[in-house]
C-alpha cells in the first residue's frame, strides 16, 4: 500500500498526521506493506498511491494547498475514476468542491470535482459530535471546529446524531463519492474509531 500524505506540513493542525499513523499500523497489522510519501508545494505530486490523505489546516494554508492542487484536477479526477482513495479530513476536502468564500466576500476557485460549495464567516462551530455512517455499525465519534458551512452536498458520510452537519441545519456531514471521503471531523478521526480505519482500508485496492 502506497500511500501520499499531501501537504505534510502545511495542513496538519489538530495531530491530524495521527489518520496516517493509524492507517499504516493497521495496515501492517493485516499483513500488508505500507510507504508512506510526504509531499508539498515544493513537490510534483506522486499520484500513483493507493491512498491520497489531506488533513487539516488554516484557512491560509487551504487557500495555498488549494491554488497548488487545482493544477492537478485531472490527472486526480482520473485516479479517483481508477479506484484511488482519498480521505480528507477538516478544512480540506472543502478544496474540491466548486469554491470557498472567505469571510471577506472573496469566492476562491476548487477543484469542482463535487458540486458543493463552502462559505466561511467570523463565527466558529466548536463541538463534540455523534454520527452515524452506513460503512460500519457503530457510532462515530470527533470533534468539529470551523468557520464554514457547506452548502450542496447530495451524499454526505455521515448521519448527525449529535452536533453539527455540513450547514447549520443539516442533518448530514461530510461527503463520500466513490472513492473520495471527506469529513470536517478531527481528533485524528481513525485514531479515534479503529473500525472505520478498518473500513477505509478495506476500500483501497
Given amino acids: 500500500m502506497k500511500i501520499l500524505h499531501l501537504y505534510h506540513d502545511l495542513m496538519n493542525l489538530y495531530g491530524d498526521y495521527g489518520?496516517?499513523?493509524?492507517?499504516?499500523?493497521?495496515?501492517?497489522?493485516?499483513?500488508?506493506?505500507?510507504?508512506?510519501?510526504?509531499?508539498?508545494?515544493?513537490?510534483?505530486?506522486?499520484?500513483?498511491?493507493?491512498?491520497?490523505?489531506?488533513g487539516?489546516?488554516?484557512?491560509?494554508?487551504?487557500?495555498?494547498?488549494?491554488?497548488?492542487?487545482?493544477?492537478?484536477?485531472?490527472?486526480?479526477?482520473?485516479?479517483?475514476?481508477?479506484?484511488?482513495v482519498i480521505l480528507t479530513t477538516g478544512n480540506a476536502f472543502e478544496m474540491f468542491g466548486k469554491s470557498v468564500t472567505d469571510k471577506y466576500s472573496q469566492r476562491h476557485e476548487g477543484l469542482s470535482l463535487f458540486d458543493f460549495e463552502s462559505v466561511e464567516s467570523d463565527e466558529r462551530i466548536v463541538t463534540d459530535c455523534l454520527f452515524k455512517t452506513e460503512l460500519c455499525d457503530v457510532d462515530i465519534i470527533g470533534f468539529i471546529n470551523k468557520a464554514s458551512v457547506i452548502k450542496g452536498v447530495t451524499s454526505p458520510l455521515f448521519e448527525v446524531v449529535n452536533g453539527c452537519g455540513n450547514d447549520k441545519d443539516d442533518t448530514g456531514e461530510g461527503i463520500i463519492k466513490g472513492g473520495f471521503i471527506g469529513t470536517?471531523?478531527?481528533?485524528?478521526?481513525?485514531?479515534?474509531?479503529?473500525?472505520?480505519?478498518?473500513?477505509?482500508?478495506?476500500?483501497?485496492?
Avoid at 494554508?61 to 493544477?71: F, Y
Avoid at 482520473?78 to 484511488?84: A, H, K, V, Y
Fill in 56 to 84: 487539516s489546516g488554516t484557512e491560509k494554508n487551504q487557500k495555498a494547498a488549494m491554488s497548488h492542487l487545482i493544477k492537478y484536477r485531472d490527472i486526480i479526477k482520473q485516479r479517483l475514476d481508477e479506484g484511488l
Fill in 184 to 205: 470536517h471531523l478531527i481528533g485524528p478521526l481513525l485514531i479515534r474509531n479503529s473500525l472505520l480505519c478498518e473500513r477505509l482500508i478495506d476500500m483501497i485496492k
Fill in 19 to 54: 489518520n496516517v499513523c493509524a492507517v499504516e499500523k493497521t495496515a501492517c497489522d493485516k499483513g500488508k506493506s505500507v510507504e508512506i510519501i510526504k509531499q508539498s508545494l515544493s513537490d510534483e505530486p506522486d499520484f500513483s498511491c493507493n491512498l491520497l490523505y489531506i
